[in-house]
Nanobody, 122 residues
Framework: QVQLVESGGGLVQAGDSLRLSCVASGRTFNSYSMGWFRQAPGEEREFVAGIGWIKTITYYADSVKGRFAITRDNAKNAVYLQMTGLKPEDTAVYYC???????????????WGQGTQVTVSS
C-alpha cells in the first residue's frame, strides 16, 4: 500500500513558476514509476509527466514539454513537478500517482493522491 500526499499548488499569474511536491508513504517507493496528472473542470484527467524508478527515464505530455520537469528523490520518498512558464490553460487539480509499470495511461496507476489545485490567472 502506498499513500500519496501532494502539496505546492496555488494561485499564480501567467508566466510564473510553481513546484509541486508529492510525498509517499511505504518502503517500496523506489520500485514504483511515478506520474503527474491533472484534471480541469469539465475535462477528463490527463497525463502530464512521468518518471521511472530509474530517474533518467522521464516523459511528458506535448503540452508541457520544455516547461515542466519531473524529478524524484527516493531517499525522501518524494516526486516533484517543477512548472515554469505557466499558462491559464494549465489551471487544474494536479494529482500524483504511483504505478508498478508506468506510462501515460491513468489506468495503470494504482495509487493516487488527493490532488492540489493550481490556478493560473491571465
Amino acid at each position: 500500500q502506498v499513500q500519496l500526499v501532494e502539496s505546492g499548488g496555488g494561485l499564480v499569474q501567467a508566466g510564473d513558476s510553481l513546484r509541486l511536491s508529492c510525498v509517499a508513504s511505504g518502503r517500496t517507493f523506489n520500485s514504483y514509476s511515478m506520474g503527474w496528472f491533472r484534471q480541469a473542470p469539465g475535462e477528463e484527467r490527463e497525463f502530464v509527466a512521468g518518471i521511472g524508478w530509474i530517474k533518467t527515464i522521464t516523459y511528458y505530455a506535448d503540452s508541457v514539454k520544455g516547461r515542466f520537469a519531473i524529478t524524484r528523490d527516493n531517499a525522501k520518498n518524494a516526486v516533484y513537478l517543477q512548472m515554469t512558464g505557466l499558462k491559464p490553460e494549465d489551471t487544474a487539480v494536479y494529482y500524483c500517482a504511483a504505478s508498478s509499470v508506468g506510462g501515460t495511461n491513468s489506468r495503470v496507476y494504482d495509487y493516487w493522491g488527493q490532488g492540489t489545485q493550481v490556478t493560473v490567472s491571465s
